[in-house]
C-alpha cells in the first residue's frame, strides 16, 4: 500500500508540468471535462486562445449605475432612443403582441429592454466573450465566483442546447453577454427559447428567437401579467423618513399611504397591492418617490439596479406612447 502511494507520488512529480496561460485554467478544465481528455484538450485549446484583457477590467470598475438617478436617467430617455424604440416596436409589432399573449409581458418592456442593453442591437458588444469571461472569472476576485461560473456555462453552450456557437470568436459586452438582450451564458442554457423553430437559438439574427427570450426571462422570473409596475408617490409633510427597503414589494400600498406617500389621486391601485417604496435623487438634493411593485423586481432580475429598472420602466412607456403616435393614420 505505503509502495502503492509512493509510486503514485513518484508519478505524479515525473509528470511535466505544463505552465497554464490562465491563473486557475487546469483546474476549470479539470471540473468540466473530469477524466475525458478529448474535452480537455478541446478546452485548454480554446482557453490558450483567450487573452486576459486589462480594458475589461477597467470598463467593470466604473459603472453606469453609479451616478445618481438624475445623470442615468439621461443616458436612456434620449429623443434617439424613444424614436427609434417606437420604430422598431412598430416593426415587430405583429411578434410582439403574439409575445403578450404568450408570455404575459407588453412589448414595449421587451423592446425597451434591448434598447437599453443594445440600441435596438445595434451595439451588442465588440469583446470577445470568451476574453471577457476568461479576464472576469480567473483575473478578477470581486466578482470571481459569479463570472467563473458564467465561463464554465458558456464552455458548457454549444454542448447543451440548440445553440451553433463559435466559442472563440463570438462577440458580446465587456462582460460576456451576447445578443440583442445581451444574455449571459446561464441566462443563455434557461431563458432563451428557439422561437422560429429553425432549431437552433440565435440571440444575434433571429429578432423572434432575440426577443422572445427577452420575454420569456420576464415570465420565468415572475412577471405578473396585466400587474403595475411603478407609480409615482407624493411625500406629504411629516412623511416618514425611512432607510432602503429593498426592493421586494412586501408591503401592501396601505402602509406606504399610512407612512405619508400619496399614490396619484385617481389610481386605480388597490389598497392591498404589494408594494415596496423608492426613492429615487431626481434632482441634486432632491428626492422623488415611487411605488415599486412585483414587476419592477422582475425587471432587476435583468440587472440588479433600481436606476436600470426605472429607466427601462420609462423608456418603455416613452418607446409605446410614440409608437401608437406614429402608427396613428
Ligand atoms: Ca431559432
Do not use: C
Not at 131 to 140: I, K, Q, R, S, V
Not at 166 to 177: E, I, M, N, P, T
Not at 221 to 243: F, K, M, N, Q, Y
Amino acid at each position: 500500500m505505503r509502495r502503492l502511494t509512493a509510486l503514485a507520488l513518484a508519478l505524479v512529480l515525473a509528470a511535466p508540468v505544463a505552465a497554464e496561460k490562465h491563473p486557475g485554467m487546469e483546474a476549470l478544465i479539470a471540473e468540466i471535462a473530469g477524466s475525458d481528455q478529448a474535452r480537455a484538450a478541446e478546452l485548454r485549446a480554446l482557453l490558450n486562445g483567450a487573452e486576459k484583457r486589462q480594458g475589461i477590467i477597467d470598463a467593470m470598475t466604473r459603472p453606469a449605475e453609479a451616478k445618481p438617478w438624475h445623470a442615468y436617467r439621461p443616458i436612456f430617455l434620449t429623443e434617439d432612443r424613444i424614436n427609434q424604440g417606437a420604430d422598431f416596436y412598430n416593426k415587430h409589432r405583429v411578434l410582439l403582441e403574439r409575445f403578450e399573449t404568450r408570455y404575459g409581458v407588453p412589448g414595449e418592456y421587451v423592446v425597451s429592454i434591448v434598447g437599453v442593453e443594445t440600441f435596438y442591437g445595434r451595439i451588442m458588444g465588440s469583446w470577445k466573450v470568451i476574453d471577457a469571461l476568461t479576464t472576469l472569472g480567473l483575473y478578477y476576485p470581486p466578482r470571481q465566483p459569479y463570472f467563473r461560473g458564467e465561463l464554465k456555462q458558456f464552455l458548457e453552450l454549444p454542448r447543451q442546447r440548440q445553440v451553433t456557437l463559435d466559442l472563440a470568436s463570438v462577440k458580446g459586452s465587456y462582460a460576456g453577454a451576447m445578443g440583442l438582450g445581451q444574455f449571459m451564458p446561464t441566462s443563455y442554457l434557461k431563458w432563451a427559447v428557439d422561437e422560429d423553430a429553425n432549431g437552433r437559438i440565435d440571440l444575434w439574427e433571429s429578432p423572434e428567437d432575440a426577443l422572445a427570450s427577452v420575454a420569456n426571462y420576464l415570465k420565468e422570473h415572475g412577471w405578473v401579467a396585466g400587474g403595475p409596475v411603478t407609480a409615482p408617490l407624493t411625500a406629504t409633510p411629516g412623511a416618514r423618513r425611512l432607510r432602503d427597503t429593498g426592493l421586494d414589494p412586501v408591503f401592501p400600498l396601505s402602509q406606504l399611504v399610512e407612512w405619508g406617500y400619496q399614490p396619484p389621486a385617481g389610481a386605480t391601485l388597490s389598497p392591498e397591492q404589494a408594494a415596496n417604496l423608492l426613492a429615487l435623487e431626481d434632482a441634486p438634493e432632491h428626492l422623488a418617490y415611487h411605488a415599486i411593485f412585483a414587476n419592477f423586481r422582475v425587471i432587476t432580475r435583468y440587472n440588479r439596479s433600481p436606476l436600470y429598472a426605472m429607466a427601462v420602466h420609462e423608456l418603455a412607456q416613452a418607446i409605446k406612447a410614440r409608437a401608437e403616435g406614429r402608427s396613428a393614420p
